[in-house]
């Protein structure tokens, strides 16, 4: 017997039941208490995730090292962990309702993406696994953008179809990272539709993408965005929801990047990787706790 795919298996299997059963009890809880009931499932995932909380704890060392005291960087994965358990609730308590969801996510910067739309090429929305990013596509998509993002399936496919069905109703466009042709060819396609894709480019890419500076340390990043600008001429938008106090939602829209040229095609997609991965940087020194601290984001490192 494969003990292996024997624990995967129900691991995944608990994964799903104990989505199902939280979307079940958030869909008839009172908004009132929402946020405490995330607290409790914080507190029980912080307790029980041993392996995640480590990762996080080992990411932290690397990005800040001596510049956060072991104390901050544990509140820190404390705060991540209550952070990522607030965005599943709000997911499954706001995506069924778009009014109230507008009312809770602001859109700043507006003019910075309306500007970048009207060159009729798309617009590449360049982020990260930061902050609540899935409502940020169902926000854009309840203001009446054309909105989607690529995407990697989870590896459970019912906890997958749960939130594929949550991103259909909201008229969200999936597009799977995986067949590569497919996923190129449906972005492309998108963007020559002049809609929005959503691409986060701050996970291990391993050796398909090109290695920036990230904290630090080189860290193997996806190229994606700016070789889709060059092929569409698609504005690229940096862009990221920030957590308020009060538990609503900002969506940030920074000015559009100007491809800057290198000496030749490599050193161009280098040279605004490197930028666009900066800009990424600024946003989590400045919010730590918003960005995912439990993926081994410098895994893969230059031969």
Request: proline share 4%; glycine share 8%; net charge positive.
């Amino acid at each position: 017997m494969d003990f292996k795919k024997v624990r995967k298996g129900i691991i995944g299997f608990l994964s799903w039941f104990g989505l199902t059963a939280c979307s079940a009890v958030v869909s008839i809880m009172p908004a009132r208490f929402l946020y405490g009931f995330a607290n409790g499932v914080s507190f029980l995932a912080y307790r029980f995730a041993a392996k995640q909380k480590r990762i996080a704890l080992e990411s932290l060392n690397f990005a800040f090292g001596q510049e956060k005291t072991p104390f901050e960087r544990e509140q820190i994965t404390r705060d991540c962990f209550t952070f990522m358990a607030k965005s599943a609730v709000e997911l499954m308590f706001l995506f069924d309702k778009p009014l109230i969801l507008k009312k809770r996510v602001t859109l700043v910067g507006k003019e910075n993406l309306d500007k970048a739309l009207a060159n009729n090429c798309g617009v590449i929305l360049v982020s990260a696994h930061f902050g609540n990013f899935p409502l940020l596509l169902g926000r854009l998509a309840v203001e009446g953008y054309a909105a989607g993002g690529i995407m990697k399936p989870m590896h459970d496919a019912r906890v997958e179809k749960i939130f594929l069905e949550k991103r259909d109703k909201f008229g969200v466009k999936t597009i799977y990272s995986q067949p590569r042709n497919a996923c190129v060819n449906q972005t492309i396609q998108a963007l020559r539709n002049n809609e929005l894709v959503f691409i986060p480019i701050d996970q291990n890419f391993g050796t398909g993408g090109v290695f920036v500076n990230f904290f630090g340390r080189k860290a193997a990043t996806a190229a994606g965005p700016v070789i889709f600008a060059q092929r569409t001429g698609a504005a690229l938008l940096p862009c990221f929801i920030v957590r308020q106090p009060d538990d609503t939602h900002k969506i940030i829209f920074e000015p559009a990047l100007s491809l800057e040229e290198g000496k030749d095609a490599g050193d161009t997609i280098l040279i605004n990787i490197q930028k666009l991965t900066d800009i990424i940087e600024a946003y989590i020194r400045k919010y730590p706790a918003e960005w995912g601290w439990i993926h081994r984001r410098w895994k893969s490192q230059p031969s």
